[in-house]
């Protein structure tokens, strides 16, 4: 990375906002370390809660229904048991082979009828008392998430207003620092810090960069030395500066 046509106090002054925005940034990390990962964990719950309330409506509206279809086939049920009762007392009072049958047929339609009635009130009342113990314990489940919610949050807002007024005071730093370096450089920057540890920039040392340890070209460290321009390590990327510069 090179600035061309750059006065060696140019390079400097470059390289000392690089390195002030490099503290800052590891000042920012530090507060955001320090919320350990707070923020994340109130917008899991978030998700987790909505996820919650969202099955617990669905499998309320099935245990609805469950009951639902329990209730009018009891309803059925008694009916058919009604006719069964009715075909039986006929059969006394029948004076034909045909008036038999059809009376014979009768009950064996409301005996089926019956014990379908039966299994539908069986198969839905005990899915209607699952559903119920299930909705029971998703329900203490939700509570949980919503009480350990609240903590999280309030746990939050105590560091936010602990590290707020440091964080907004190091953003300002950092943007007026930003202000007198070239696009470009604060790009790479950027871009190298975010993939190496959240170090963008090191200094010489000895004959070697100071972030990887990679030997640096003799010509390179008379030019690093001498702020005639700003190079960036050819094995790490971080932009290399001389010690008396930054320190």
């Known amino acids: 990375m090179i600035i061309q046509d750059a006065t060696p106090e140019q390079v400097r002054s470059a390289l000392r ?26 917008q899991l719950l978030t998700e987790r809660i909505a996820e919650y309330e969202a099955f617990i409506v669905a499998k309320d509206k099935e245990r609805e229904v469950s009951e639902k279809v329990a209730g009018e086939s009891g309803h059925k049920l008694a009916v058919a048991r009604e006719k069964l009762t009715k075909y039986q007392e006929q059969l006394y009072s029948v004076t034909t082979t045909r008036e038999y049958d059809a009376i014979t047929t009768e009950q064996e339609t409301a005996k089926r009828e019956i014990n379908d009635f039966e299994a539908l009130i069986s198969t839905n009342t005990n899915r209607a008392i699952e559903l119920a113990q299930m909705l029971e314990d998703k329900q203490a489940e939700l509570e949980q998430l919503r009480k350990d919610k609240v903590s999280r949050e309030e746990e939050l807002e105590r560091k936010l207003r602990d590290t707020e007024g440091l964080e907004k005071e190091l ?15 604060l790009a790479h920057y950027e871009r190298i810090r975010d993939a190496k540890d959240g ?21 390179t460290q008379v030019i690093i030395k001498q702020s005639r321009d700003i190079y960036a390590c050819e094995a790490c990327g971080r932009f290399i500066a001389p010690d008396s510069v930054i320190n």
């Open 17 to 42: 906002a690089l390195s002030e925005i490099q503290e800052i940034d590891l000042e920012l990390a530090e507060i955001e370390e320090e919320r350990g990962g707070l923020p994340e964990q109130v």
């Open 171 to 185: 953003l300002v730093r950092r943007g007026q620092a930003a202000k007198v370096l070239n696009p470009r450089l």
């Open 199 to 219: 170090r963008g920039i090191a200094t010489l040392v000895g004959e070697a960069c100071g972030g990887c340890f990679a030997l640096i070209p003799p010509q």
